[in-house]
């Protein structure tokens, strides 16, 4: 808390100014505000989603205000963070207790045309192994260190720029797949197909996953996969920030991507589709010009 306090005292005092992740955290909360406002027969809960995300937007108003103190400067900083489990939350109550719709059909006719089967159904079955198990139930829980790692590392190093670009590649790549989970949402392998058990599950790692999901995990949200996008995108951001540990990540990436198929979490497209927005969308931020606050 103290270096990252630190950093923001090199910061001008007054800006005024709004940043990219700012409009983008602003627009989503207005449409997501909309959104639960004609979904109120779904969920009486959609009443609170709106509020939630509308008052959103003045807390991004009082954040940016000239001739804020350390901790309204750090706060700035933070707030995109502290809003994403929130952000998350939001999308089981907006979905209401049971997706009237959801598209698995379509996705599952995508994995059959690319694939010739449905390689998160059937790939653990025809190729059980409890190491592969054990390692890429790992991978995929790895999901929870590398998302954060980067904006710790730059935070920690009192690089202002890189903890502010991190923030806005990783907040953007979320919000673009949750628009997803909003307007098209699907269960995925891990709702719509019988679950692994027996050996292939009586791991460590198997256990820690399932416990995680078991405590919040949002229904409609497997297309494309946040979980994939949103590891890329970490490092893409710590790629440009420091490539010594940007190349540290890549593997553990790369497994976990492999991992939500095999270990039955995604579609074998949802995977692609994360690990193409992962790459481009964080890429096509990182070359957009930015106000300096």
Known sequence: MAVSVGVLERAEAATGRYLLVD??????????TVVALTRLHVSTGNWGIALAHALILPL????????LGRTGRL??????????????????????????????????????????????????????SAFWSTLLHAAYWGYYLIVPFPVILFALRGDRDA???????????????????????????????????????ANPAARLVYATLAGGSSYG?????????????????????????????VVPALLLTVGTVYCQMHYGV???AG??????LPTLLARLPRPAA
């Open 221 to 249: 949200a497997a297309f494309p996969s946040s979980h994939v996008a949103a590891t890329i995108s970490a490092v893409v951001a710590t790629w440009l920030g420091d490539r010594r540990w940007g190349r540290v990540l």
């Open 163 to 201: 903890l502010r670009r991190t923030i806005l590649l990783e907040m953007g790549t979320f919000v673009f797949c949750y628009l997803w989970f909003v307007f098209f949402p699907v269960a995925g392998p891990y709702y719509t197909f019988a679950r692994p058990e027996g050996a292939f599950v």
């Open 60 to 67: 991004i108003w009082l954040v940016r205000r000239p001739g």
């Open 23 to 32: 409009r983008l955290i602003g627009g989503y909360a207005a449409v997501i």
């Open 75 to 128: 706060l700035g900083e933070i707030y995109p963070i502290i809003l994403l489990l929130g952000l998350y939350g939001a999308l089981d109550v907006l979905q209401g207790p049971a997706l009237p719709t959801v598209h698995d059909a379509t996705v599952q006719g995508w994995e059959q045309a690319l694939f010739g089967g449905q390689p998160s159904r059937d790939w653990w079955r025809t190729h059980p």
């Open 275 to 280: 690990l193409l927005t992962g790459v481009t």
């Open 270 to 272: 949802d995977a692609l």
